[in-house]
């Protein structure tokens, strides 16, 4: 069946996080500064809870609104101002890098004539910051405010489905991840491309699944 939807993963497929990425204990220690005591794993935990599950109830703003729910399920007093200071931090810091062979596989699917979409796990917000000329030339992004669902969970893959109003085999998905982008896409019906930039892998390696190395190598699967 012809394909008419190609999903791409965001990170480490479209983007990347900069190497001087804010890091938890980063937080901790800013935050000791002004007498706010938290331990940095916890802080992890929390902010993987807030992506993963409050993510899923509604769209996460940016990162004054990430960052208080953080420390909200944290139990942690912190002010509005500290707040907006840990966000500036991120703001500055964790700004995505656009990977080269992202944009122009992007493109090649438009001029294709088809939908090009994200499924991620990265909030909107999150990958606005850096990813705008890819975000702005995309027809979806799919993340757990959207679908009600985290990435991983097998209802994000058929909401997804529901939501473009296409069959699942005609949808045409790339990715790093040998799990959530290639079992779980081909558990969902949808035809997987495993993206191996590091030239780790085999054919075999992805559970039977198609292989390339770069974004470039895309166009053959669905021109």
Not at 86 to 102: F, G, H, I, K, T
Not at 184 to 189: E, I, R, S, Y
Request: charged residues 25%; contains cysteine.
């Amino acid at each position: 069946m012809a394909i008419k939807v190609v999903a791409f993963d965001v990170y480490d497929t479209l983007a990347r996080w900069p190497a001087g990425r804010v890091a938890s204990i980063e937080v901790q220690r800013l935050l000791a500064r002004y007498g706010v005591e938290i331990s940095y794993q916890a802080y992890e935990a929390a902010r993987q809870g807030v992506m993963f599950f409050d993510g899923a109830k509604r769209a996460l703003e940016g990162w004054v609104d990430f960052l208080a729910l953080v420390f909200a399920r944290m139990g942690a007093k912190v002010s509005e101002d500290l707040i907006a200071s840990v966000a500036a931090m991120y703001a500055s810091r964790n700004r995505m890098e656009v990977l080269e062979d992202a944009l122009p596989a992007v493109e090649a699917v438009k001029r294709a004539g088809l939908t090009a979409c994200a499924f991620t796990t990265l909030p909107r917000f999150m990958f606005r910051e850096g990813g705008e000329a890819v975000l702005a030339r995309l027809d979806h992004y799919f993340d757990a405010a959207a679908t009600g669902y985290a990435k991983g969970h097998p209802a994000f893959y058929r909401r997804i489905t529901e939501m473009l109003g296409v069959r699942a085999e005609e949808i045409l998905c790339v990715g790093d991840d040998l799990i959530c982008d290639v079992e779980l896409t081909k558990a969902a019906g949808w035809r997987a491309v495993w993206l191996d930039r590091k030239g780790a892998g085999k054919k075999s390696d992805a559970a039977g699944s198609e292989r390339i190395t770069t974004l470039d190598e895309l166009t053959s699967y669905f021109c």
